[in-house]
Structures are given as C-alpha cells and as structure tokens.
C-alpha cells in the first residue's frame, strides 16, 4: 500500500483531457509518486496506453458493488458513480492517502509528496470558503445557493454545528483512516450506502470534508486549494487579458484547470498558450475583425493623432 498516491476517475470521452493529463504528471512528478486511473470496463482498451511507469489503469468494476445503474438525486449513473469511486477507493487497499485529480486538470511545476502531506502519514485538507465565487452574480444565481443548502444538509446529517462552510469543488487529499470512519461511524449505523449519501447531496468531498471536521478522525492541516480552476469563461477571460502566465499561476498552485463543463466545445486549452491563441476560440469571427479594426484605428490614432 502506497502511503500517497494520486486517484484519476476518467472515461472515454474525457481521453483526451486525461492523456494531458498523465504527459503533465510524468513531466512534474518530482518523487515517484504513483497514479491510479479508474474507468469504466468498456475504456479499458482506450486508456491501456496511459498505463506504464508510475501509472496504473484499474477498471470501476473492482468496486462494481458500490456503484449504481440509475439516476441518484437527478444525476446521472456515471457522474454518481465517479463521485463513489473516490468515496469507496481506500477500499482496495491501495494507498493510504490519495489525491483526486481531474481529468482536465494539467500540471505545470514540479510536485512532491510533501506538497501534500503534512507528515508521513498526515495529509493536508483542502478548506475554503470560496466567498470570490460567491460574489459573482451570474455564479451565485446558477450554482451557490443551492450548493450551500444542500451542503449545510451535510453538516446537518453529520452533526457538524458549524456557521461557516468550509469545503472544497475537488482535489482533495481523501485519507482512508477518515473514510473508514465515515463508512463505520455514519453510514453503517444507517444502513446506507455511498449511493444512498449522494442521494441526499451529491457532493463527495463535501461528505469527506464536514465528516472530518466533525469527527477529526485525523488532525487537521487546512491549506487553501492546490490547483487553480477557472469555473466559467469570466475567471479565463479574466487572467488571459491581464496577461497572467503559467509560470505566474504556478507560483501559487501546482495544476490548472480550464473546467470542461463549459469549455469542452472549445477543445483543449493549453495551460501556457499565447494570449491570441488562449483567446481565439472565446471569440467568433466577427468579433476577431471588429478586434482588429478597433485596434488599427487605436493605433492610427495613438500614432497620429486622428
């Protein structure tokens, strides 16, 4: 059993997202550390070229008696059953700790174990408030209120007495001593599966995290979130035209993510791709003429004088 490992809960349609994904982990991977990819049976044959050195390809059937063939609180079977995986992964008995990385996310410097971990055998836990997404109107409107109800669900359900909420989206470092708490502490008293703790919220990392925080099953080491996600095209366009790098971000994270629930009918956007070319697919032809004639005028003017 590895002490830390990475998790990437994958399919086929995100092959392409995850293949980036391992070609940035082997080039930032400063320790060794090892990668499992789990996928449903039928991508077995697609991901097998991921597998080798350092990554491990695991079809979702080894925790098949978790998972689930119909819709759980209005989502779909396999968007619940990814968020089961990273529940129930700890059960295999593969590592001890593990980071749950997206398919989407890309590496841009070198990372190491102590990135993640506190000690040995401690890992840090992802804890935030996100109060910069709460202030964005249109995020607020679509997706935070009803997040934060159902999430304060969780902390009911768990027993955490807690005004705040502090939780996190992904990338996580789950701990199997916490998990294994959950499972004994909260679900089998119940009755419930991890199918039937989605069907109140489906938010995993919401459930591992209010847990801990009410249990502290292992010491808690909080640190704000290890990978910077652009959650809608506003937060890209945003440090695309005020000319942030990746060398700039990744002096603060260790991954980026351009969130494919919104731009996957963009393709993949490259982590360190020239201003023009991170803002071309934002923008219709038309907006790419009346941008370049905007900016000759400018020039004209600025040059002189009219």
């Not at 930032?28 to 550390?33: D, P, R």
């Not at 704000?224 to 959650?231: N, R, S």
């Amino acid at each position: 059993m590895h002490a830390f490992a990475m998790l990437l809960k994958s399919y086929g349609a995100d092959l392409d997202y995850a293949r980036r994904l391992v070609t940035s982990f082997h080039r930032f991977n400063a320790e060794g550390v090892h990668l499992y990819v789990v996928v449903p049976e039928v991508d077995l044959a697609a991901f097998a070229a991921l597998a080798g050195e350092g990554v491990t390809v695991l079809p979702e059937s080894d925790l098949g008696h978790h998972l689930v063939d119909t819709d759980v609180h209005g989502m779909r079977a396999d968007y619940i059953n990814q968020e089961i995986v990273k529940l129930a992964f700890w059960e295999l008995g593969l590592a001890e700790n593990y980071f749950c990385v997206d398919s989407d996310a890309e590496f841009i410097r070198p990372f190491r174990r102590s990135d993640f971990m506190r000690d040995a055998s401690t890992p840090y836990t992802v804890l935030v408030e996100d109060n910069e997404l709460k202030v964005e109107p249109k995020y607020y409107r679509d997706y935070w209120e009803r997040r934060e109800s159902e999430i304060r669900h969780i902390q009911e359900l768990v027993g955490l007495d807690d005004p705040i909420v502090r939780t996190c989206h992904g990338h996580q470092v789950l701990s199997a001593a916490v998990l294994r708490s959950f499972k004994a502490g909260f679900l089998e008293p119940r009755g419930w599966s991890y199918a039937d703790a989605l069907a109140e919220a489906p938010y995993e990392f919401s459930w591992y995290n209010m847990w801990l925080q009410h249990d502290h099953t292992i010491d808690i080491w909080a640190r704000e979130p290890l990978v910077k996600v652009f959650h809608n095209e506003g937060q890209h366009l945003e440090y695309i035209l005020r000319g942030i790098t990746v060398a700039d971000i990744a002096r603060g994270y260790l991954a980026v993510v351009v969130n494919s629930n919104y731009s996957r009918d963009l393709g993949l956007q490259r982590a360190d791709a020239p201003k023009p070319e991170a803002l071309s697919p934002y923008l219709s032809y038309g907006e790419v003429a009346q941008l370049v004639s905007a900016k000759l005028k400018d020039t004209a003017r600025r040059r002189f004088g009219r």
